[in-house]
């Protein structure tokens, strides 16, 4: 069965980095593309950032370009997301999705606060 399990999360200060990872598993992963969404408290779900399965193309949200950058490691079966210059609004909960389905992972929190 599909299994998705994000991890990474956590507290930081604005500025500050941080880099998620997705493990993968009960699929043949390089087949398709991933993403990552964001849920903050009160909004909707929000797509954070994508990428194909070979991990060629890649797009984000206009809120987190030139900050945020996806990747996969088709080896190893997993994705990534760094994240820099974080801020207050980055806040949320962060969740991994297999492309095209309604796979998510169980999401891990990242909070941006001094």
């Known amino acids: 069965q599909v299994q998705l399990v994000e991890s990474g999360g956590g507290l930081v200060q604005p500025g500050e980095s941080l880099r998620l990872s997705c493990a993968a598993s009960?699929?043949?992963?390089?087949?398709?593309?991933m993403s990552w969404y964001r849920q903050a408290p009160g909004k909707a779900r929000d797509v954070v950032a994508i990428?194909?399965?070979?991990?060629?193309?890649?797009n984000y949200a206009d809120s987190v370009k030139g900050r945020f950058t996806i990747s996969r490691d088709n080896a190893k079966n997993m994705v990534y997301l760094q994240m820099h210059s974080l801020k207050p609004e980055d806040t949320a909960v962060y969740y991994c999705?297999?492309?095209?389905?309604?796979?998510w992972g169980q999401g891990t929190q990242v909070t941006v606060s001094s």
């Open positions: 990428i194909t399965g070979t991990g060629g193309g890649t």
């Open positions: 009960g699929f043949t992963f390089r087949e398709y593309g």
């Open positions: 999705k297999k492309a095209g389905t309604d796979y």
